[in-house]
C-alpha cells in the first residue's frame, strides 16, 4: 500500500528505489560514485532523500540508461552541465511520463511509459453500449468516468503551472 505524500516530502530509500525502478543497491553504488548524491542520513544511517535528490537521480538514471553514457561519462557531463542542469533534466522526465508530479510510487497496473498526461484525451472516452446492465449499474460507471476526468482536468493544470513557473 502507498501512501501520497507532499511533493516536498522526504523519501525514503525504498520509495526513492520503486520511483526510479532501480533496486536500492544501485541507489547506494551510486552515492559512491557521484559525489553530488548526499542524501539526509537520520539515526541508524537511514537515508532520506529529498525531492530535488531524487530529481538528481532521475537525470543520472536517464544518461546512464537511455544515453548510454559510462559513469566517467555522466560525472563528465555533470560537472560541465551543473548539477542543476541535470536535476532539471530528472524533473523534466517525470512531468513527460507517467510518473506522478508528486513522486509517489508507480502502481503496478501501470500505463506505457510513452503516454503522458498532456496526451491523454478522457473526453473521447465513451461507456460501451454493449455492457449487460443487469450486472453492473451503467450510471456509476458514468460517475467513475466524469470523477477520472476531472481528476485528470486538476492533474493538467498543475502540470501546466509547474512548467510555466
Not at 553530488?36 to 536517464?62: A, F, Q, S, T, V
Not at 513522486?103 to 511509459?113: A, F, M, R
Request: aromatic share 4%; glycine share 4%; net charge positive.
Amino acid at each position: 500500500m502507498s501512501v501520497i505524500k507532499s511533493e516536498k516530502a522526504f523519501r525514503t530509500i525504498t520509495e526513492t528505489a520503486e520511483i526510479l525502478e532501480l533496486p536500492a543497491h544501485v541507489l547506494r553504488f551510486w552515492e559512491s560514485k557521484f559525489k553530488y548524491i548526499k542524501p539526509m542520513k537520520r539515526g541508524g544511517g537511514r537515508r532520506y532523500y529529498r525531492p530535488e535528490d531524487i530529481h538528481l537521480l532521475l537525470g543520472i538514471k536517464y544518461l546512464l540508461h537511455s544515453k548510454g553514457l559510462t559513469i566517467k561519462g555522466t560525472q563528465k557531463v555533470i560537472q560541465s552541465s551543473g548539477i542543476k542542469s541535470i536535476a532539471k533534466l530528472g524533473a523534466d522526465k517525470i512531468l513527460n511520463t507517467n510518473t506522478p508530479s508528486t513522486l509517489s510510487v508507480k502502481q503496478k497496473n501501470k500505463v506505457p511509459e510513452t503516454t503522458s498526461i498532456q496526451s491523454l484525451n478522457l473526453q473521447k472516452i465513451k461507456m460501451p453500449h454493449n455492457i449487460d446492465s443487469k450486472k453492473i449499474d451503467s450510471k456509476k460507471l458514468e460517475n467513475i468516468l466524469e470523477k477520472i476526468r476531472q481528476i485528470h482536468d486538476r492533474i493538467r493544470n498543475r502540470c501546466k503551472k509547474k512548467i510555466v513557473a
